[in-house]
C-alpha cells in the first residue's frame, strides 16, 4: 500500500469510527464495538508502517497548502512512530476500561463520550505523525477541543 494512503488511513480510521458512533447513538453494544474494532484496526494499520520506518523509507504526505508557506503535511519519523504505536495500543486498553466504567456507573451521555474519545485518538495520531509545527498546533487544538467533554 502506498505510505501517504497508510497515513490518511490511521487518522481518518478513528474520525470514520466517531461518525459511526454518532450514526448508531443510543445502541450501547453496536457503539461499544465500533469503538473495539476501529481500536484494533489502528494499531493494526500503525504497525503496518513500522516495516517502512525501520527499513529507512520516507513516509511522508503532504495535505494541503492554505496559505503560502504554511502546510499541513506528515511525515512519520522513528519517535513518532513509538508514540503512535503506544497511543494506538493503550487506545484499546483504555476503550475496555471505558466499556466497564461507563456501563458500571451507568454514565449520561456515553455517546457523545465515545464520539469524543475517537476524534482525541485521531488528533494524537496526526500529532505523531506531524511533519511541521503548523500541522502539530492544528492538531494540538483538535485534542485540546476533543479532551474537553471527555473530562466535564
Known amino acids: 500500500m502506498i505510505p501517504g ?3 490518511i488511513l ?12 454518532w450514526i ?7 457503539r461499544e464495538a465500533i469503538t473495539l474494532v ?21 513516509v511522508r504526505l503532504d495535505l494541503i497548502a492554505p496559505v503560502d ?12 512512530m513509538i508514540f503512535a504505536c503506544v ?7 483504555s476503550s475496555v476500561f471505558s466499556i466497564g466504567y461507563m456501563r458500571g456507573n451507568n454514565e449520561p451521555r ?17 500529532l505523531a505523525f506531524a511533519e511541521n509545527l503548523f500541522t502539530l498546533f492544528i492538531f494540538y487544538e ?5 479532551t474537553y467533554p471527555l473530562v466535564t
Open 38 to 58: 476501529t481500536a484494533v484496526a489502528l494499531l493494526l494499520v500503525v504497525l503496518s508502517i513500522l516495516p517502512l520506518v525501520l527499513a529507512g523509507l520516507p
Open 10 to 21: 490511521a487518522i481518518c480510521l478513528p474520525l470514520f469510527a466517531a461518525l459511526s458512533i
Open 110 to 126: 456515553q455517546t457523545r463520550f465515545y464520539i469524543c474519545f475517537a476524534i482525541a485518538i485521531a488528533a494524537t495520531i496526526a
Open 142 to 146: 483538535v485534542l485540546t477541543l476533543s
Open 69 to 80: 508557506g504554511l502546510n499541513i503535511a506528515f511525515a512519520v519519523e522513528p519517535l513518532g
Open 87 to 93: 497511543a494506538s495500543f493503550l487506545w484499546i486498553v
Open 5 to 7: 494512503i497508510l497515513i
Open 24 to 30: 448508531v447513538g443510543k445502541h450501547p453494544n453496536q
